[in-house]
């Protein structure tokens, strides 16, 4: 033992030697690429025919499918839609599905008016839960005409469809007469 004592300066190096050499076999052993992790977030992403026939095939209440127009929307500031009754909800989502036809599926409408600004007539549906503005000023023309005649194709048994022109050009619809809630 005292050997070891007087002479482990001299083992020293060489025990540290040793050691340097056997990492350096254990890298080299192991050349394979250090993977990276990178996480997989992929945002699903649906066309309007696929996310119509999702509309179709489950069963929403009334909150789901208010919440689910307000999500695929964006609303002017001001614009106060929390009173329209479930039947405007879904007319404004086949007016989402129109819009996503014409303009493609990354655009997003923009409500105008719903009931909320005091700059409608007086016996104007919009104070009886039952008009959307949609504004379609930023659509090129073609793709105006396109989308009323569309709109009004899918909902016109139901609603009345205006393209109203002017400054604040926008797309007025407004539900028939019969189909306006009683209570």
């Known amino acids: 033992m005292k050997f070891l004592y007087r002479h482990i300066f001299l083992l020293l190096p060489v025990l540290s030697v040793v050691a340097v050499y056997f990492v350096y076999q254990f890298i080299q052993e192991n050349k394979r690429a250090i993977p990276k992790y990178e996480p997989k977030y992929t945002e699903d992403t649906w066309s309007a025919e696929e996310y119509m026939r999702h509309l179709n095939l489950r069963p929403f209440n009334n909150d789901e499918v208010h919440r689910l127009l307000l999500k695929r929307t964006r609303q002017k500031q001001g614009v106060y839609l929390e009173s329209m009754p479930a039947v405007m909800d ?10 996503h036809l014409v303009a493609g599926d990354d655009y997003t409408p923009v409500i105008t008016s719903g009931n909320d600004f005091p700059g ?31 709109v009004a194709d899918k909902i016109g048994n139901r609603c009345k469809v205006i393209w109203e022109k002017g400054e604040a050009e926008h797309l007025h619809v407004e539900l028939l007469d019969q189909f306006i809630p009683k209570d």
């Open 120 to 150: 409608h007539l007086r016996t104007s549906k919009h104070y009886m839960n039952a008009a959307f503005d949609f504004r379609i000023v930023d659509l090129p023309l073609n793709n105006r005409k396109r989308l009323t005649e569309m």
């Open 90 to 99: 879904t007319i404004g989502l086949e007016i989402v599905h129109a819009f």
